[in-house]
Each structure stands twice: as structure tokens, then as C-alpha cells.
């Protein structure tokens, strides 16, 4: 399997007169999309859409004027999963099993194997395609949860918009079999949620690797805290410290150990940028956490194989080239 992310994007930014919008239609909205796209309200049809894909799963983050988009049965050529979470604005849908709303934070699941409809407002979302089989897999008759609306409540749907995060960032898959982990873990998320089972929440591989996604994540948006406790990051990702503790100790790593990795790695980041050049090492040695020049540059070389000072000078010799 291929780890690298498939990126592409399709919008009508740019497009004018009706004959270029029903080109649009035609080739992004049948052919890609699958779906017959009118603009309802009397609104000009606007449409931008991100794509990353993974053999297995796919996730699109959608920005749409007011529309409707039938799925019809011309237009079937798969029976693959997709579910859809509204990040903004409202959406309807009917099918042949339920039809309801679904606004902020909710999310519903749909097949592509059956016609359809979606239609509201101007809205956004991030919409998950994904394999039949891997759900199946999981929940034997997923067919049964199509149309149900999940609630924004639910606690799993945070850690699928994380992943979906990281497949549109820069640099999502940078190692080997990191994609299948991302697809599986997806996968294990999305029939979590349909399954509503508290217990096989707590248990699950797909929620402990999300979590540790969590923290991590944390951490780094706080290294700049020179008191950065294993309480305060419990406390935000709403998980007791135990488990925190339990989730590193998992990755063989300790909240102590951790935090010293991210702001080594942050400092170093800053000590090779040469748009940082006129920062003195004290300085990001501070902004990257440490309220200790000494213990910084022992540790930095400990890490590293060479001094802060010594890494900013070959930076500097390189910038003066």
C-alpha cells in the first residue's frame, strides 16, 4: 500500500457565465462527485472542496452555497460508506431508509450504493469515504445506521476530524505504514460511533491512538509553557492523568520525556529556520520552554550531537552563502 497522500482540490472560484458552471457540473459535480448539483435560493453556485485520499479512505472538506445534490441511481458505481460531519451551517437529507437535518458539529451516514439527497444552506463539512469491507468487518450490517443522525455529542467524532487534520496538513504521511494505521484507525473511529457502545469506546485501539494523537498535539500547542503539567493537559483533553500517563507509557515514552522531545525538537526547528537568525539561543531556548539556559544546552547535545550555539553558527555560515 501506497503511505503517500493523495491531494487535489476542485472549486468555482474563477469560473463565470453559465457555461462555465455547467462544466462544472458536469465533470466535477457527475464524474467526480457523483452527484447532480443544482443551486437552489437563487444563490450563484459556489462551490470548494479539498481532497486527501489513502487507498481505503478518502476525506473531503466541502464549502457549498445553497444546493441540492442528488445521488441517483445513474450515478451509483460504488457501495462505499460515506459519512458526512456538518462543521458549519445546516444540510438535509432523504433517502429511501430516513431523511432528517444535520447541523454543527453532527454528522450522518450515507451510502453510495443507494440514491439519495443533500440540500440546505450555505455550509460546510468534512465528509469520510469509507471501504465497505473494513466496516463490515466491525459492524456486520452497517446498513442499518445509514440515515441515523449522530449526535455532536458523540465523543469519537472529534478524534475523526483530528485525523481528517492530519491527512490535509503539509506533511500528513512521512512514514512507512503510517497511512494504513491512519485508514485502519478511521475505519475503527466511524463504527464506533455507529455502534454507540461506551464499553468498546474505552477499549478501543482506534479511540487509545486518537487520544495519544490528543495529547501530543497538546503538548506542542503549550511547549511554550514553562509549567507545563501532566494535570493541566488531563484536564483539557477531559481524561484523568492516569490515563494520560498510561497512553505515553503505551508509546514507551514518559509526560516528562515527552515534553523535553517536543521542545528539543521545537528549539531545534527555530535553530536551523534562517528567518529566526537574529533570535540568541537563550532567547528560543526560553520561547521553546526552558527556564534553564545550562540544563538546555546539556540536554540539546545529549539529543542532537552538537551545542545550540554551535547548530546556529553552520546555519548562519549557510544563510551568508
Request: glycine share 8%; net charge neutral; aromatic share 6%.
Amino acid at each position: 500500500m501506497d503511505d503517500r497522500v493523495c491531494r487535489y482540490r476542485i472549486s468555482t472560484d474563477g469560473l463565470d457565465g453559465p457555461d462555465a458552471l455547467d462544466a462544472f457540473r458536469e465533470t466535477h459535480g457527475r464524474v467526480i462527485l457523483r452527484l447532480e448539483i443544482n443551486p437552489t435560493d437563487g444563490v450563484p453556485l459556489n462551490v470548494d472542496m479539498r481532497f486527501r485520499s489513502l487507498p481505503g479512505l478518502g476525506v473531503a472538506f466541502g464549502r457549498s452555497s445553497p444546493t441540492r445534490n442528488d445521488h441517483t441511481t445513474a450515478l451509483i458505481d460504488s457501495d462505499d460508506l460515506v459519512f458526512v460531519v456538518m462543521t458549519s451551517g445546516n444540510r438535509s437529507f432523504r433517502h429511501a431508509k430516513r431523511e432528517g437535518t444535520i447541523g454543527p458539529g453532527e454528522a450522518v451516514l450515507t451510502t453510495a450504493g443507494e440514491a439519495g439527497t443533500f440540500f440546505g444552506d450555505w455550509s460546510s463539512s468534512v465528509a469520510f469515504r469509507l471501504s465497505r469491507d473494513m466496516i463490515v468487518a466491525r459492524i456486520p450490517a452497517p446498513d442499518d445506521a445509514v440515515g441515523r443522525v449522530i449526535s455532536a455529542r458523540s465523543p469519537v467524532l472529534s478524534y475523526m476530524l483530528s485525523y481528517a487534520q492530519l491527512l490535509d496538513s503539509e506533511n500528513a504521511i512521512n512514514s512507512a505504514g503510517l497511512g494504513r494505521s491512519i485508514v485502519a484507525h478511521v475505519h475503527e473511529l466511524a463504527a464506533l460511533t455507529l455502534e454507540q457502545d461506551a464499553d468498546v469506546l474505552s477499549r478501543a485501539d482506534g479511540v487509545r491512538a486518537a487520544r495519544l494523537h490528543a495529547v501530543k498535539t497538546d503538548i506542542m500547542r503549550n511547549i511554550a509553557q514553562h509549567n507545563l503539567r501532566l494535570d493541566d493537559v488531563a484536564k483539557r483533553q477531559k481524561i484523568s492523568r492516569s490515563y494520560v500517563s498510561k497512553l505515553l507509557a503505551e508509546a514507551g515514552t514518559t509526560f516528562t520525556e515527552m515534553v523535553l522531545t517536543q521542545r528539543l525538537a521545537f528549539a531545534y526547528g527555530l535553530l536551523t529556520d534562517p528567518r529566526q537568525i537574529d533570535k540568541t539561543v537563550s532567547s528560543i531556548a526560553y520561547e521553546a520552554g526552558f527556564s534553564d539556559l545550562s540544563y538546555f544546552n546539556r540536554s540539546f547535545r545529549r539529543k542532537f550531537g552538537t551545542t545550540p550555539s554551535d547548530l546556529r553558527g553552520r546555519t548562519r555560515d549557510e544563510a551568508d552563502r
